[in-house]
């Protein structure tokens, strides 16, 4: 792969794309993973218990979210949303993200999103035009170049 610098960065608009395009991935698999989890806890109770509590929730919900992202960006630096739009994920040498930097980012994400999306916003006056998460996790997110079409024969 090319130094991650040779790539373009890609604009907040087909950032903000791909993020909705996985934010609906990722809200059926937490309707899925509630709906197994609560699946099991009424059979291990032997049906005395039929709602998850809050905690358990939030549990499954965040486990879920993270081990999604996480394991397509180790896997291959995208998730589909990003497959969709060209955009993957390395870390600043160019290299796909570790487990370890996937979960980083995961958290730094957070931050960002907890702060009124300021960690969002600040691609827009970094000069790398990185988010906060990407300096705290060391990865970023690159623009990969249009692939050519087939000739038809």
């Known amino acids: 792969m090319p130094e991650p610098n040779?790539?373009?960065?890609p604009s907040l608009l087909r950032r903000l794309t791909a993020m909705l395009y996985d934010t609906l991935l990722v809200l059926a698999l937490i309707a899925i993973v509630n709906g197994l989890a609560l699946g099991v806890l009424v059979k291990a109770t032997g049906g005395e218990q039929q709602i998850?509590?809050?905690?358990?929730?939030q549990i499954v919900t965040t486990l879920s979210v993270v081990f999604f992202f996480s394991i397509f960006w180790v896997k291959n630096g995208q998730t589909l949303g990003m497959q969709t739009w060209r955009i993957k994920l390395v870390d600043f040498e160019g290299r796909p993200p570790?487990?370890?930097k996937s979960l980083l980012r995961c958290l730094g994400a957070s931050l960002s999103a907890a702060c009124l999306g300021l960690g969002y916003l600040?691609?827009?006056?970094d000069r790398k035009h990185r988010y906060w998460h990407d300096?705290?996790?060391?990865t970023q997110l690159v623009l990969l170049p249009k692939r050519e079409k087939l000739a038809e024969p």
């Open 6 to 9: 040779q790539f373009d960065s």
């Open 52 to 57: 998850l509590s809050a905690e358990m929730t």
């Open 98 to 100: 570790t487990f370890g």
């Open 122 to 125: 600040w691609c827009l006056v």
């Open 135 to 138: 300096y705290i996790s060391g």
